[in-house]
């Protein structure tokens, strides 16, 4: 009888261009430097109310299979084989950083478990220590990388640019981040490291996407456009009535480019969700800027130190509207 192929699971930030982009590059690296895998599954992890993690979903690892996690909170299960992530807000407990940091110390999870919040996205996280560590040749997907510390990172050139979205990025980015299919992201996961971010977006499956995706775009303009209210520097606005899977983030700053900060609510299928953000393009200096995760994580939720979000149940709706009260009061007192 033949040997069982071993199989590699990798759970990535669902929604996100950088978990998408984390989960391609990490493939392509366990792949050409590990190579202890035979084949590769995708399968995506979101932020929600209550239990992040379903232990059924991981791999048993007693006969070789791997479980990977990236651009996402750290998992204390001892299925967990490879962990990358760059959030401030990376672990759920203190007893989790305990044991990320026991592992560091005795050097048992040096190699396979990885944080540094200090990096803009987890995919030059994951480039970075799998070029240093395992000689890992990053030539050929420094464009991938280039583009997810430009999409994580808020570093477009403009409120313009990032709207407007002329680059092929920003419109695969608004496919992951719409992806309704639970299928799409990992069909394209494997592209984003075997060609350029053109050639993924000219494929038929995305395109056919494409067109009812920027109507919809244009539409949350619009929307936004109609709800949006800038006061104090901040800017607030509830679509909860309008439910939908995702929204372009920048659209508040485009619309009100004189506020520093935007706090809005919105509704999925599967939570209630209130979004905090820093405008990327603000005159303020850092040292004057709030650290929003730290706002975000006394209400379960999280991010990085610009922009952070929580989760609520979908039927919670006044509990986030009430967190949305008390975070908009604190960051217009901080004028």
Request: proline fraction near 4%; aromatic fraction near 10%; charged fraction near 25%.
């Amino acid at each position: 009888m033949g040997a069982v192929d071993l199989e590699c699971r990798i759970f990535y930030h669902d929604k996100c261009f950088d978990g998408a982009c984390s989960a391609s590059l990490f493939t392509r690296f366990h792949r050409e430097c590990v190579k202890t895998a035979d084949c590769y599954s995708y399968h995506g992890l979101v932020h929600r109310a209550g239990a992040l993690f379903d232990e059924n979903a991981f791999l048993d690892v007693a006969n070789g299979d791997e479980n990977a996690i990236v651009d996402f909170k750290y998992s204390a299960s001892p299925k967990v084989t490879w962990w990358f992530d760059h959030h401030q807000s990376a672990f759920l407990t203190a007893d989790d950083q305990k044991g990320f940091e026991a592992g560091q110390a005795d050097g048992s999870q040096r190699m396979r478990k990885f944080f540094n919040a200090n990096y803009v996205s987890c995919t030059s996280l994951i480039a970075d220590i799998a070029q240093v560590n395992f000689g890992f040749n990053t030539a050929p997907v420094l464009e991938l990388i280039k583009w997810a510390d430009i999409v994580d990172g808020a570093r477009y050139e403009s409120a313009k640019a990032a709207v407007e979205m002329a680059a092929p990025a920003m419109k695969l980015t608004m496919v992951i981040e719409s992806a309704a299919d639970h299928s799409l992201v990992p069909r394209l996961i494997p592209l984003l490291t075997e060609m350029s971010l053109q050639q993924v977006l000219d494929k038929d499956f995305v395109q056919e996407l494409l067109g009812p995706l920027m109507e919809r775009h244009w539409a949350a303009l619009e929307l936004i456009g109609q709800r949006a209210k800038v006061e104090g520097g901040v800017i607030t606005f509830d679509i909860t009535d309008q439910p939908t899977e995702g929204y372009n983030k920048f659209i508040p700053y485009y619309l009100h480019p004189e506020a520093t900060y935007n706090v809005g609510l919105s509704k999925s299928s599967f939570r209630t969700k209130v979004s905090v953000g820093t405008n990327p393009w603000t005159k303020k200096m850092p040292a004057e800027l709030v650290n929003l995760a730290a706002i975000c994580e006394r209400y379960g939720g999280g991010g990085h130190a610009r922009v952070g979000a929580i989760s609520f149940p979908p039927d919670r709706e006044d509990e986030a509207r009430k967190a949305v009260g008390e975070i908009v009061a604190e960051l217009r007192a901080q004028k």
